[in-house]
């Protein structure tokens, strides 16, 4: 079974960046696409963005686009999400998930394996 690993998550003020890891633990990502998606207290998970493991294409929420980049390493081991521009707004728990059905649709119940979350707390 496949296992998500994040790590990168923290403290950071507002303005600043964070860059975030999803690591493939035992193989490589052999999915149609692996996500980012993120939890705030009493809030619901929210997608923030995914790449599409065939031709790269990569997709954002409305909240991400213009300061968030999701990528994924050649080797499918590993997909990163730079966070630039950061606001109060996106503190929350990050989390890695992987998808198997070939449908662009990224709502989370879709996803199949989730990583167990890294903390981005950003202060004002």
């Known amino acids: 079974q496949a296992q998500l690993v994040e790590s990168g998550g923290g403290l950071v003020q507002a303005g600043g960046s964070l860059r975030l890891s999803c690591a493939f633990s035992?193989?490589?990502?052999?999915?149609?696409?692996t996500g980012w998606f993120r939890q705030a207290p009493g809030k619901e998970r929210d997608f923030v963005a995914a790449?599409?493991?065939?031709?790269?294409?990569?997709y954002y929420a409305d909240s991400a686009k213009g300061r968030f980049t999701i990528s994924g390493d050649n080797a499918k081991t590993t997909v990163t999400l730079q966070m630039n521009n950061l606001k109060p707004e996106d503190t929350a728990v990050y989390y890695c998930?992987?998808?198997?059905?070939?449908?662009?649709?990224?709502?989370?119940?879709?996803?199949?394996?989730w990583g167990q979350g890294t903390q981005v707390t950003v202060s004002s």
């Open positions: 790449i599409r493991w065939s031709g790269g294409r990569t």
């Open positions: 998930a992987d998808k198997k059905d070939p449908i662009p649709s990224w709502r989370a119940s879709e996803f199949d394996y």
């Open positions: 035992g193989g490589t990502f052999s999915s149609y696409a």
